[in-house]
């Protein structure tokens, strides 16, 4: 079953404005990661949270967990048209060696 | 630069042929994954092996085998696909599930074999 659920599905901003992607999840999770995937190539790992972290830096990338809720956000600022992409959180179970991909957020950045 | 290498970037077989993918890693990693992806959809995991024993097939049909020839290596064969089989089929590589059952950590992917079953 497809653990993650992400919104919103598209998003269309202006260069150096800031993109906002959420994503919730079902169950219990020892981490969520974000990765980004350019058109037709492959994933490309952003971050990882740990189920016991609320905020995580890197970059212009900020992303916060909130287990209570079961959701994470991934905020990039200062957006540029390289940022263009899909990005994908995942979630790892507990104990598990599967990670799980949720729906993706389709992110345009128009110069 | 990606670090897992895989090939071929693209195949094209009909329903009757048997063909590869492969992919290779020189990280280190112990644990190597396949997921199908298709247009517009997350990946799906096929399928993880840990220390080259095969951990994890998520119900995967038996035209889809795969193999860990050693610990830098993984191959998915192909045999009697269908149509909709195309997909590009992406393999991983990571360190094994992290100590204390604290679960998977970074993956790091290939660019993928784009797979066309005619």
């Known amino acids: 079953s497809q653990q993650g659920e992400e919104d919103p599905q598209a998003l269309s901003i202006q260069e150096g404005e800031n993109a906002t992607m959420n994503c919730s999840y079902k169950t219990s999770i020892n981490n969520l990661q974000w990765y980004r995937q350019n058109s037709g190539r492959g994933l490309v790992h952003l971050i990882l949270?740990?189920?016991?972290?609320r905020e995580k830096h890197s970059g212009r990338l900020r992303v916060t967990l909130d287990t209570s809720k079961k959701s994470s956000s991934l905020l990039i600022t200062a957006s540029r048209a390289a940022d263009t992409a899909s990005y994908f959180c995942a979630t790892g179970a507990l104990g598990g060696s599967r990670l799980t991909f949720g729906e993706g957020t389709q992110l345009t950045v128009n110069p | 630069d990606t670090e897992v290498t895989q090939t071929p970037k693209h195949l094209v077989m009909g329903m009757t042929n048997k063909k590869s993918l492969k992919c290779e890693q020189h990280m280190g990693h112990r644990a190597m994954y396949w997921y199908k992806q298709k247009a517009k959809k997350p990946p799906e995991l096929m399928f993880v092996y840990s220390y080259e024993k095969l951990s994890i097939n998520e119900s995967v049909p038996s035209r889809f085998s795969p193999e860990c020839p050693n610990s830098s290596l993984l191959n998915l064969h192909l045999h009697a696909l269908q149509p909709e089989d195309s997909a590009l089929y992406l393999c991983a590589s990571s360190q094994p599930g992290l100590a204390g059952g604290r679960g998977t950590g970074e993956l790091f992917f290939g660019e993928g074999s784009r797979l066309t079953v005619l």
């Open positions: 949270i740990r189920s016991n972290e």
